[in-house]
């Protein structure tokens, strides 16, 4: 069965889910303790118990419309988080839109509405801190409950740790806002993605034999990952090439006031204006600096990328599949 995405009932009832397992949640960085949950909803139809898995999610997040605290800068937009979601065993992805109506839903409403009506489900898996409806009022423990009331078991899944540490959003976040990659992709359980739309820079790499890709990220709440210098990998048309990656303001070539992303593709010259990459960070090679002259920016560029192939050929890439 081919993964199935949604961004309307209309286009939900087309799919016809029927006799499905259900998940929910804004799952921002589709992180080690989503994938438990996941996981664990694939379990279950990979039992029997169901004959599809799907996952409901939001766009945009939730605290955009709720303003219940601070929005946090998000791990990864609805595009990200779909690519992420194709490379698991669920079976396809219900985006439901958060709105001012969505979000004063009761929840036992929320659960007939979505649920069982429209997905016709037999059994849910949330998170441990799994809530849903208006004002958060359906609780793990409520929504249990109502699963007993209306005959469909519910599974909740315990926070996963790592190293001691609980797995979250909040703490991956952090982590990497402290330009702490390797550990936040540790986290993750894979690489930190960007994905976006090349589009015409100054042609400045080109000048001197680093031609770039610089990528345009349309949601502003993206989390960009620390200025800096990353080796990564870049995912186009279904191919997977070595790269580099510098984020910031590339202060020898130009005196731009905005940081930028930019990647250098290793032995690639294809024209991708407008085409859509994805980008994997592996690791941090080094921070932004100003170099004296533009010979000595080349000769740095030229360690970073024989240093970016020494650790892009000792890491696997079978989480992209």
């Known amino acids: 069965m081919p993964f199935a995405v949604a961004r309307s009932l209309e286009e939900l009832t087309s799919h016809a889910p029927s006799r499905t397992g259900v998940t929910i949640g804004v799952f921002d960085g589709v992180h080690r303790g989503h994938r438990a949950i996941l996981d664990a909803l694939v379990a279950r139809r990979n039992a029997g118990a169901v004959d599809s898995a799907w996952v409901v999610t939001f766009d945009p997040h939730p605290l955009t419309v709720t303003k219940s605290r601070e929005t946090p800068q998000i791990l990864t937009t609805i595009d990200e988080r779909l690519e992420l979601f194709s490379r698991t065993a669920v079976d396809g992805v219900f985006v439901l839109p958060f709105n001012d109506t969505t979000r004063h839903i009761e929840y036992r409403d929320f659960i007939q509405r979505y649920f069982l009506d429209a997905m016709d489900m037999r059994e849910l898996v949330i998170g441990y801190d799994c809530h849903i409806g208006y004002r958060r009022e359906g609780t793990p423990e409520r929504v249990a409950a109502e699963g007993v009331l209306r005959g469909f078991p519910v599974t909740i899944v315990p926070p996963v740790r790592l190293d001691a540490e609980v797995v979250s959003s909040t703490t991956i976040r952090k982590t990497l806002a402290a330009a702490n990659i390797e550990r936040a992709n540790q986290?993750?359980?894979?690489?930190?993605?960007?994905?976006?739309?090349?589009?015409?820079?100054?042609?400045?790499?080109?000048?001197?034999?680093?031609?770039?890709?610089?990528?345009?990220?349309?949601?502003?709440?993206?989390?960009?990952?620390?200025?800096?210098?990353?080796?990564?990998?870049?995912?186009?048309?279904?191919?997977?090439?070595?790269?580099?990656?510098?984020?910031?303001?590339?202060?020898?070539?130009?005196?731009?006031?905005?940081?930028?992303?930019?990647?250098?593709?290793?032995?690639?010259?294809?024209?991708?204006?407008?085409?859509?990459?994805?980008?994997?960070?592996?690791?941090?090679?080094?921070?932004?600096?100003?170099?004296?002259?533009?010979?000595?920016?080349?000769?740095?560029?030229?360690?970073?990328?024989?240093?970016?192939?020494g650790i892009l050929s000792r890491d696997p890439v079978d989480f992209r599949g």
């Not at 186009?236 to 070595?242: K, L, M, P, S």
């Not at 533009?294 to 560029?301: D, G, R, S, Y």
């Open 187 to 309: 986290l993750l359980g894979h690489p930190y993605l960007l994905r976006g739309k090349v589009v015409h820079g100054q042609g400045r790499g080109r000048d001197i034999g680093f031609p770039t890709a610089n990528l345009e990220i349309a949601d502003p709440a993206k989390l960009w990952p620390p200025t800096g210098v990353y080796a990564v990998r870049v995912g186009w048309r279904g191919w997977i090439y070595d790269g580099m990656m510098n984020v910031g303001r590339a202060p020898t070539m130009k005196r731009g006031h905005e940081d930028e992303i930019e990647v250098h593709i290793l032995d690639f010259d294809n024209h991708i204006y407008g085409d859509e990459i994805s980008v994997w960070c592996e690791a941090h090679l080094r921070s932004e600096q100003k170099f004296p002259t533009v010979t000595a920016l080349i000769e740095q560029l030229n360690r970073d990328r024989q240093r970016a192939r």
